[in-house]
């Protein structure tokens, strides 16, 4: 299908932004990379009446380091995360984690506002932010906000994102000092979105982790920290591996809400989560 | 459906863009996305159309050096941008020996996906070149072909990066 | 046999793929015709609706829609079809509208037809089309039940009934020989539904001249002359006054085979605006109106006895057949290939087969690539795997003891099929070099013991190939079982074949180019091929049923022959020669020992221009036409398939795949093979990720591309080809066709490698796609 007509506005400042929306209501929509956006358009399931396309806003392209924290602005590419040396030695779970994210061309202009702003529960970066426990930065005509990743995601494509907002970067504090990472999915191809997928961390001085942190996404409408399955895994680390699925497996029932599609029932998309758990936790102990 | 928009067509955006080295503007509806730009606008029928969803990347195109998804990126962000198609790095003589390669090896049948497939195989051997199959295979994945089994296209990709590769070692090509 | 030397068995390059690499294919859709207009159509939301009132006002007055029709003002042009063929009188049919009328049979069926200046504009005035719809019960779903409840109103009022078609196969006195046996093995097997989902979708443009009341289509077709047999006579024309034009086509596998409601819509279109209209299908459209294919439910059994000696096979198929069945080639094919191969590469004597062929308020099922053959090949591969594991018989083994001996069993099979000198002996012991199955056994082994789970996978098959005049002709369908070929000898020494076969890719153009070449003694390049156009081309049948070579092929050479009979008379007497002592070769007839010779440049000058120093008493046209009737040929081969299945997940990864197949003489090599290849893929396809789902209304759920998965490259493993030659008699040629023998053996080999993994596990599969969670369903780690 062809787009349905919309009007179009190539933005030049974060100000013109704000006025535009407010001009031009709820009707308005951002574009960033587009790679979502116009997909739901083409479908004209959606009619916006304007897009106001923030892409040429190069003040919201970097990543950088700002006072021992990772800043990444909302414009920056997935194909810039994947590549980028600093994010590569601070947050090795991003890097990780961006392959399998589509593919290089969709991950050529993505961007990772984009990808946050539309908070699609099998989305991969979504769940990093949970794990990294980032701070996502939001700003208006009346300044910024700071929200955590936790209470940035509300519910299926819905965020804290308010009208008149823009997510303009997110700021992450790199888990250094004896903390190691692990990015794992299963997707049904390769750069499909992922029926579950599982970004880990965990830290321990020695070989078995001390401190977990498990954040799922393809597993309820949003992604999730699994805190039971992290303080039980903790304890388990060394059970043998067929006691330690099912104590995740248990503690997981109680985390993750996951809802039967016609690609996975609740009931499958829970026991690989379970399955990816038990991995993550093998993977992590030194 | 939004009734009074159907009705009441958007205001043309006037765009100017280098297409394969040649400066263009046109007037477009800002509805209008790449692949449609170029095949209706500029007669280039070399970039194809298989879903645009995002999904088959028969619409790869490069822009501003990188490849894309034709179908989702609308001409009227393409604002100074350099656009450049199958037909463009064809004459540029960029992919000659890739292109000899898919010949020889049989890399397509029907030829729809061929464009994009050469795109992104283009992106691979300018980006991460490796004999290894598994990683060609990785790369190419967002590229749909219904018609080879993929086998030889991967042929012809390994056989480029070994030829660029020993033809470099003799301080050949690039 | 003939002797061919030269590139005839060699792999040349397709020159046509020169065209493609540098983006010049040129696709229906990149035609330009001054003045097109622009077709898209309102479709049933609905698997089964009234439509109580449409209301067009308002669409047309969207700036830029020239018209809009509904179902009966296209109805005042273009007359509705029943596929019904004399040959199967029992099977019900039900008349087909170019548009909905009254009701609305499947979601997806087209309603109305909106004409404007773009198609954007076209869909803007599609959203504003009023229609009151009221909702009806859509038949069951899936087909089991509908079966289970004969009381379900048909579906056709007129038809009685819900089943299409029955028939049963009786073979061998199964009573008797089963009772013999000492186990039967059963199985309830679930084959999806699938499309085809060729790359570049449906597209027509046809353009009508108002003044001559001539209808030029442009068509992504494998079928021109079967299209234009059909819009003259439905639209009401002198078929002389048709012509059906074949850009290059993107991809087909039977998907751009029959007559389709919106396409014949547009050209009606046409007539009633008088200027050309084209119809780019949308791939989510393309979802709902393409043909599906297979959706089988079969229970079905092997009887055997306890040394391996297979005696007999039971199946009862119900095959989903869609709202109609479709036009001109009808729904069922599908289901007898399902039924009549079962078994086929066995010397098992008894056959039990039942098929019923079900309405459903779902898309029509067609031909798509195998034909039902897949289905045949897959319940009866794992049938054989099933036993042979309750025997403790090895695999291959089982197979080795079982298969059909040429020249000691009947010649025809249970089911049937006259594949009586079948190598599936040799190409069983080439397959298992190729792979090495004992190594791959080994590697197994001890895989096993470092925990990971590899399976191995064997599926013999049999393909029908180039059938004759039987199928169509006798059914009273105007398809062309034949094909013809023009050659001309140009004045500069250049021949040019114009061929009623078509090409979407294959490779036949470039076979007919070598076959020709040799045969004339020309270089590659001194052969040019004309295809794809009624007014231009000899009548043929186009592509399907792996016939595109075998048959447009043979008549190449058979032409190539005859025009060189002609070169030689004529140059016999020019040159004063013995014919005998005269050969074609390097682009002249000369002297086998002697000096003396003609150019074919030389030659054509004078047939075109000096006709007056040609000797008169031979034939001296330049212009040879040779038709072909093919008689049937069954091509047989067999697959291998390697993967890793991953218990804790259920993810199976295709590590390898083997193809070990007998078309007589291979006249490409590589194309050959990357056409084995592209089928296997689309094989796999249909065993791990393809599959139509819907929901109990009958509703597609999955109409997109994202949704509808179809593999990509790193899904597939590397495939291995490799060719038995057994001589193939009655043809010039010695050829069979090999376009659906990838995914025939594919899917079977593949979930016999899954199943041989499972096997550790106590579980197995029989239904496919073998999504991860089905796969952990068999091994019960999810409900
Ligand atoms: C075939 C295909 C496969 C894909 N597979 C994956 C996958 O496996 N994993 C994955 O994570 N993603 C996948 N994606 C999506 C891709 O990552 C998108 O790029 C991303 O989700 C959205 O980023 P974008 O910049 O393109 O956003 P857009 O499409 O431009 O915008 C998305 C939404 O966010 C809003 N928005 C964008 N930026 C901002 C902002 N700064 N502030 C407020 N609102 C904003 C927009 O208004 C819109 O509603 C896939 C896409 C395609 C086409
Ligand atoms: S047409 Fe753009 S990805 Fe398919
Ligand atoms: S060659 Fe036909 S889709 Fe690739």
């Known amino acids: 299908m062809k787009f349905a007509p919309f009007d179009y506005v190539c933005t030049r400042s974060l100000a013109e932004v704000y006025d535009l929306i407010e001009a031009r209501g709820p009707d308005a929509r951002i574009l960033a990379g587009g790679q979502s956006l116009l997909t739901t358009l083409a479908l004209r399931l959606s009619e916006p009446s304007v897009l106001l396309d923030i892409g040429g806003l190069q003040e919201l392209r970097f990543i950088e380091e700002r006072n021992g ?205 379970a399955v990816l758990a038990d991995r993550a936790i093998e993977a992590l102990s030194g | 459906m939004n009734d009074s928009m159907a009705a009441r067509p958007a205001p043309l955006v006037t765009v100017t863009m280098t297409v394969n080295g040649r400066s263009v503007t046109r007037s477009v509806e800002p509805r209008t996305h790449l692949i449609d730009f170029l095949r209706n606008e500029l007669d280039l029928t070399g970039s194809h159309l298989g879903c645009e969803h995002g999904v088959c990347g028969a619409c790869t195109v490069r822009v501003d050096g990188d490849i894309v998804r034709g179908c989702l990126v609308l001409a009227v962000q393409l604002e100074g941008a350099r656009v450049e198609t199958i037909e463009g790095i064809s004459a540029s003589g960029e992919i000659t020996d890739l292109q000899e390669a898919f010949v020889r090896r049989n890399a397509l049948q029907c030829g729809y996906c061929t464009p994009g497939m050469l795109m992104c195989a283009a992106e691979f051997l300018r980006t991460r070149p490796s004999a290894d199959r598994e990683a060609i295979r990785d790369f190419i994945s967002g590229n749909y072909c219904r018609c080879t089994g993929y086998h030889a296209i991967v042929d012809a990709i390994a056989e480029t990066v070994e030829a660029r590769r020993s033809a470099k070692g003799r301080g050949g090509h690039r | 046999m003939n002797s061919f030397k030269g590139v005839v068995g060699t792999s040349v390059a397709r020159p046509q793929a020169r065209r493609f690499v540098f983006g010049r294919g040129r696709y229906t859709d990149d035609l330009r015709i001054a003045g097109t207009l622009h077709a898209v159509f309102l479709r049933s939301p609905y698997a089964h609706a009234r439509i109580e009132a449409i209301d067009l006002d308002a669409a047309r007055t969207v700036p830029g829609v020239v018209a809009a029709f509904d179902g009966k003002a296209i109805a005042s042009v273009c007359a509705a079809w029943t596929a019904q063929f004399a040959t199967l009188p029992d099977h019900r049919s039900a008349a087909q509208p170019p548009l909905a009328v009254e009701r609305a049979l499947w979601q997806g069926q087209p309603v109305a037809i909106v004409v404007a200046d773009t198609r954007a504009i076209g869909e803007d005035a599609l959203g504003l089309i009023e229609v009151q719809w009221h909702e009806l019960e859509p038949l069951p779903h899936p087909v089991a039940t509908a079966v289970a409840d004969p ?63 001539r209808l030029t289509v442009y068509q992504s077709t494998q079928v021109p002359h079967q299209m234009r047999a059909i819009y003259a006579e439905l639209l009401g024309l002198s078929e002389a006054n048709v012509r059906v034009i074949v850009p290059d086509v993107g991809g087909a596998f039977g998907v751009k085979l029959h007559l389709y409601d919106d396409e014949i819509a547009v050209a009606a279109a046409s007539m009633l605006l008088g200027r050309p209209v084209k119809f780019v299908s949308d791939r989510l459209e393309a979802f709902v109106s393409d043909i599906h294919a297979r959706g089988h439910t079969v229970d079905a059994s092997v009887a055997v006895k306890n040394d391996g000696t297979v005696l007999g096979f039971e199946v009862d198929d119900i095959m989903e057949m869609g709202a109609y069945s479709v036009y001109p080639r009808t729904s069922v094919g599908e289901g007898l290939h399902a039924i009549s191969l079962t078994g086929a590469p066995y010397a098992a004597p008894a056959l039990r087969a039942r098929l019923r062929a ?43 003891r079982n298969f059909r001996r040429a020249g000691i069993d009947p010649p025809k099979t249970a089911g049937g099929i006259a594949a009586g000198d079948l190598s599936h002996q040799r190409c069983l012991e080439r397959l298992l070099q190729l792979m090495d199955y004992d190594g791959l056994c080994a590697e197994r082994a001890s895989a096993r013991k470092a925990g990971r789970h590899l399976g191995i996978g064997i599926a013999a098959f049999v393909e029908m190939t180039a059938p004759g005049t039987g199928l169509y002709g006798a059914a009273g369908v105007k398809i062309a079982c034949s094909d013809g070929c023009t050659l001309r000898l140009e004045p500069s020494g250049v021949v040019t074949c114009v061929t009623g076969a078509t090409d979407q890719g294959q490779g036949s153009d470039t076979g007919m180019v070598q076959l020709i070449g040799d045969a004339l003694g020309l270089d590659f390049d001194q052969v040019r091929l004309v295809a794809g156009d009624t007014a231009v081309t000899p009548v043929g049948g186009g592509t399907w049923a792996s016939r595109g070579l075998v048959v447009g092929g043979e008549a190449a050479l058979g032409a190539a022959h005859a025009l060189r009979d002609r070169l030689i008379d004529i140059a016999a007497a020019l040159l004063d020669v013995r014919r005998d002592a005269l050969v074609l070769s390097a682009s002249a007839v000369r002297e086998r020992d002697g000096a003396k010779s003609l150019s074919l440049a030389e030659l054509g000058g004078m047939m075109h221009y000096r006709q007056d120093l040609l000797p008169s008493e031979v034939e001296r046209s330049p212009v040879v036409t040779f038709h072909v009737v093919p008689t049937g040929l069954i091509a047989n081969g067999i697959q291998a398939s390697l993967i890793e299945l991953d218990p804790e997940s259920g993810f199976v990864k295709p590590l390898r795949h083997w193809v070990v197949e007998d078309c007589g003489r291979v006249i490409n090599p590589m194309l ?70 990838g995914t025939i053996g594919a899917a079977a080999a593949f979930v016999n490698a899954l199943n041989d993994a499972l096997r550790a596990f106590g579980c197995a599969i029989s239904e496919i796609p073998c999504t991860p969670e089905r796969v952990l369903r068999a091994l019960r780690r999810v409900p």
């Not at chain 3, 779902?362 to 009866?380: D, E, F």
């Not at chain 3, 591969?381 to 025997?391: S, V």
């Open chain 3, 672 to 741: 050959a093979d990357e056409q084995l290849r592209g089928g296997v893929v689309q094989g796999l396809g249909e065993a791990l990720l393809e599959e139509c789902r819907y929901d109990e209304r009958s509703q597609l759920q999955n109409a997109t591309l994202a949704d509808y998965l179809v593999p990509m490259a790193s899904d597939m493993p590397d495939i291995v080809i490799d060719h038995v030659h057994t001589e193939v008699t009655g043809t010039l040629l010695g050829a069979k066709g090999i376009g659906e023998a």
């Open chain 1, 69 to 273: 924290a990772i800043h990444v602005g909302a414009l920056t590419r997935h194909c810039e995360l994947e590549t980028s040396p600093l994010i590569a030695a601070r947050l090795p779970l991003i890097a990780q984690a961006m392959p399998h994210v589509a593919h290089a061309a969709i991950r050529n202009r993505g961007t990772i506002g984009g990808s946050l702003s539309l908070a699609d529960p099998a989305a991969e970066l979504p769940a990093c932010m949970l794990a990294l426990d980032a701070a996502i930065v939001l700003a208006s005509r009346d300044g910024e906000r700071r929200v955590r990743a936790e209470a940035f995601f509300k519910g299926l494509y819905h965020t804290d994102v308010r009208p008149g907002e823009l997510l303009v970067r997110v700021e992450i504090t790199p888990l250094e000092k004896e903390w190691r990472f692990h990015f794992a999915e299963f997707s049904r191809r390769r750069g499909d979105y992922a029926m579950v997928g599982l970004a880990a961390a965990a830290r321990g001085p020695g070989p078995l982790p001390e401190e977990l942190r498990l954040a799922f996404l393809g597993c309820g409408d949003r992604p999730v920290r699994a805190r039971e399955a992290e303080r039980v895994a903790s304890g388990s680390a060394s059970a043998p591996r067929a006691e330690r699925y099912s104590a995740l497996r248990r503690a997981l029932e109680k985390d993750l809400e996951p809802q039967s599609d016609p690609n996975a029932s609740s009931e499958t998309r829970m026991h690989l989560a």
């Open chain 3, 151 to 213: 009381a379900h109103p048909p579906l056709h009022a007129a038809l009685g009934t819900n089943i299409a078609y029955e028939r049963c196969i009786v073979a061998g006195d199964p009573d008797t020989t089963l009772a013999g046996a000492d186990r039967v093995i059963k199985r309830r097997f679930q084959f999806t539904r699938h499309t085809g989902v060729p790359l570049e979708t449906r597209t027509v443009l046809a353009e009508f001249e108002p003044g001559l009341r």
């Open chain 3, 358 to 400: 079900v309405f459903q308020n779902k898309a029509p099922v067609g031909s798509y690539r195998g034909v039902g053959q897949p289905i045949a090949c897959g319940i009866t591969e794992h049938l054989i795997d099933a036993a042979a594991a309750e025997l403790g018989i090895d695999p291959a083994e089982m197979r080795r």
